[in-house]
């Protein structure tokens, strides 16, 4: 089944991918557009609720923590499947995930999806960086 984009952050990935669009150009759409960010709440402890949202984050082969996001929430209900205590999730601007986040991780796209990307830690520190200059 072909990919079908259904927003145009999805529509910019996929011309990326075709090599119809630019990284920086898509770069600066991503930092702009909003995501979905699957979290899981704090686990209760004794009588203590946590109400702090827990980001999905996996690490790789390196040890490098790697944030997980999709395009849009319907893109993580698969890949999600394997990780159920991650029931919930925020939509929110890109840019601020990742000035709420700091830096010293890498960001995957849609991972277990045909369209998406890997961000190395270098490339998330520059858009943060970048993103705290313009709000200055």
């Given at each position: 089944?072909?990919?079908?984009?259904?927003?145009?952050?999805?529509?910019?990935?996929?011309?990326?991918?075709?090599?119809?669009?630019?990284?920086?150009?898509?770069?600066?759409?991503?930092?702009?557009?909003?995501?979905?960010?699957?979290?899981?709440?704090?686990?209760?402890?004794?009588?203590?609720q946590?109400?702090?949202?827990?980001?999905?984050?996996?690490?790789?082969?390196?040890?490098?923590?790697?944030?997980?996001?999709?395009?849009?929430?319907?893109?993580a209900?698969d890949?999600?499947?394997?990780?159920?205590?991650?029931?919930?999730?925020?939509?929110?601007?890109?840019?601020?995930?990742?000035?709420?986040?700091?830096?010293?991780?890498?960001?995957?796209?849609?991972?277990g999806?045909?369209?998406?990307?890997?961000?190395?830690?270098?490339?998330?520190?520059?858009?943060?960086?970048?993103?705290?200059?313009?709000?200055?």
């Amino acid at each position: 089944m072909a990919f079908e984009p259904h927003n145009d952050l999805e529509n910019f990935l996929l011309q990326v991918q075709e090599g119809k669009v630019g990284l920086d150009e898509f770069m600066n759409t991503l930092v702009e557009s909003q995501v979905f960010l699957p979290v899981r709440d704090e686990l209760n402890i004794g009588d203590f609720q946590s109400k702090k949202a827990v980001p999905l984050s996996l690490e790789d082969e390196n040890g490098t923590n790697i944030l997980v996001i999709f395009t849009s929430p319907e893109r993580a209900k698969d890949f999600l499947a394997d990780y159920p205590d991650y029931n919930s999730g925020l939509v929110e601007i890109f840019k601020k995930i990742l000035q709420m986040s700091g830096v010293g991780y890498g960001v995957t796209i849609n991972p277990g999806c045909e369209v998406g990307m890997d961000l190395e830690p270098d490339m998330i520190e520059q858009i943060v960086t970048l993103s705290q200059m313009v709000n200055h």
